[in-house]
């Protein structure tokens, strides 16, 4: 069974960062999308940014909200994802979620297995 735990999550005042971290366990697929996604109260779950990765690509996407910010990254076992987060704002405080499907990133959907979430609160 496919578990996700997310970590790394905190309080930081503006301007700061964050590095946020997925560790995945029971997942055997060579080829994967793992992705962040965040949820603040009362909006929707968007998507932050993905990871692809299979044995000969390695391909990154990005929320225009994040770009430049924000930087996603396997770590050597393949089976732990990073989000660092750098220049936070405010509007970036919400819930962080790791989730992966074994495909590629495409359209954001269709991810098949999530984790329980971090929470990021960043202070003006």
């Known amino acids: 069974q496919v578990r996700l735990v997310e970590s790394g999550g905190g309080s930081v005042q503006a301007g700061g960062s964050l590095r946020l971290s997925c560790a995945a366990s029971?997942?055997?697929?060579?080829?994967?999308?793992m992705g962040w996604f965040r949820q603040a109260p009362g909006k929707e779950r968007e998507a932050v940014a993905g990871?692809?990765?299979?044995?000969?690509?390695?391909?990154?996407k990005y929320a225009d909200s994040v770009k430049g910010r924000f930087t996603i990254s396997r770590g050597n076992t393949k089976n732990t994802v990073y989000l660092q987060m750098n220049s936070l704002k405010p509007e970036d405080t919400a819930m962080y979620y790791c989730?992966?499907?074994?495909?590629?990133?495409?359209?954001?959907?269709?991810?098949?297995?999530w984790g329980q979430g971090t929470q990021v609160t960043v202070s003006s």
């Open positions: 989730a992966a499907k074994a495909a590629r990133c495409g359209t954001w959907k269709d991810f098949n297995w």
């Open positions: 029971g997942y055997t697929y060579s080829s994967t999308c």
């Open positions: 990871i692809y990765t299979d044995t000969v690509t390695i391909d990154t």
